[in-house]
């Protein structure tokens, strides 16, 4: 008796520490649908906005300048669609489980319901029930005894009981499990398409890209470059940082830091900034402790750009695809800030993930280079 009640609140309890954990999975679902949605109506906005543009020389620089946009969305699409197939194979991965162990557990119940029909049956053919009766002391043990053969009867309903439900919990999860497993399908289907579209993509913004001319090619590498610039944005949050305590102790002679990146490479300096690439996925770390002062999405690239104060000190990270962070948030030297952010190359319309760090001392007249923050 005490058995079967410590399995069934095991089975209970095991149960409801997998609802909260499937209810944020299918909410998390669900943002990414959402997310993947919205990204989808930016390309076709992008689409109709590329197919009006007149073919002559004087807007094939702005065409390009659509094309490397949608490339760098249609990423996006693809990076999201990713996310959304990897957190239902988590999904489909958990309610396997989840079935598997009901399973088990419905063919133990079924074995032993057997066995309790069977021992019945046995008891009922050689009359031990009436033996066991007339065997009692007294009347009182009579009763005791009665007792005892209704409780055994009572087990045996119970436990036909649990059998139904648990039939019924199995085909649930399996019938859940086959829909996670057709929406994973069409998932992957939508991968392989928006790879095709990006490659499609690609090869038209090479091909508009390679009648530019040098000077054409130069002016629209730094019209794309002006689309993160930070340097009004820096102007603002040293208002912020006075008598920031956080992170207090860096200096204008603090070196041997790790890269923002983690993983990365540094592309190219640029006095107080650099371009650093990194894989897919590559976690975006602040380079000191210090407090996130601002928080912000890039309305042309749909990119977040993070900003955190070092004391009066600030470092930027721009162009992150996901962010961990919240404005006033405390961080630690090295701590997690995001992952970092498609970008598409303007020379070779190649994508990359790239972070673009800027630091900036207190006072804006002082030049600081970022290369020097990194120093072994």
């Known amino acids: 008796m005490m058995k079967r009640l410590a399995g069934l609140l095991l089975t209970t309890l095991l149960l409801l520490c997998a609802l909260p954990a499937a209810a944020q999975n299918n909410a998390q679902i669900a943002e990414q649908k959402r997310v993947i949605a919205e990204l989808e109506k930016k390309i076709a906005a992008q689409e109709q906005e590329i197919s009006k543009l007149r073919k002559s020389r004087s807007s094939n620089e702005e065409r390009v300048r659509q094309l490397a946009q949608q490339i760098n969305s249609r990423t996006q699409l693809l990076d999201a669609t990713e996310r959304e197939a990897s957190q239902?194979?988590?999904?489909?991965?958990?309610?396997?489980s989840v079935a598997g162990d009901l399973a088990t557990r419905l063919e133990r119940d079924r074995t032993q319901y057997a066995e309790m029909v069977r021992e019945a049956y046995r008891?009922?053919?050689h009359n031990n029930y009436l033996t066991y009766l007339f065997s009692s002391r007294d009347f009182a043990d009579v009763a005791r005894r009665l007792a005892n053969l209704r409780v055994v009867a009572s087990l045996r309903e119970q436990k036909l009981r649990d059998i139904r439900a648990l039939s019924v919990q199995v085909r649930t999860e399996q019938e859940e499990l086959s829909r996670r497993k057709e929406s994973l399908d069409s998932v992957s289907r939508r991968i392989t398409a928006q790879r095709e579209k990006l490659e499609r993509d690609t090869r038209n913004a090479r091909a508009s890209i390679s009648s530019l001319s040098k000077r054409e090619k130069a002016a629209l590498q730094r019209k794309v470059a002006q689309e993160q610039e930070l340097d009004a944005a820096i102007d603002a949050l040293r208002?912020?940082?006075?008598?920031?305590?956080?992170?207090?102790?860096f200096s204008a002679r603090t070196s041997g830091l790790l890269l923002p990146v983690v993983g990365g490479r540094v592309k190219r300096y640029k006095e107080n900034m650099a371009e650093i690439t990194g894989p897919k996925g590559a976690r975006v770390i602040s380079i000191y402790e210090g407090k996130v002062v601002e928080v912000k999405r890039n309305r042309i690239t749909d990119k977040y750009d993070v900003f955190v104060a070092h004391g009066e000190y600030i470092t930027s990270y721009a162009n992150l695809g996901t962010i961990c962070v919240e404005?006033?948030?405390?961080?630690?030297?090295?701590?997690?800030?995001?992952?970092i952010g498609s970008s598409v190359n303007i020379e070779n319309m190649q994508t990359e993930y790239r972070l673009v760090f800027g630091i900036y001392p207190p006072d804006p007249k002082q030049k600081m280079s970022a290369a020097n923050c990194f120093k072994r």
């Open 88 to 96: 239902l194979r988590d999904e489909i991965a958990r309610k396997d």
């Open 123 to 125: 008891n009922y053919r």
């Open 239 to 249: 208002k912020l940082t006075k008598g920031n305590k956080e992170g207090a102790s």
């Open 327 to 339: 404005k006033g948030q405390k961080v630690a030297k090295n701590e997690a800030l995001g992952t």
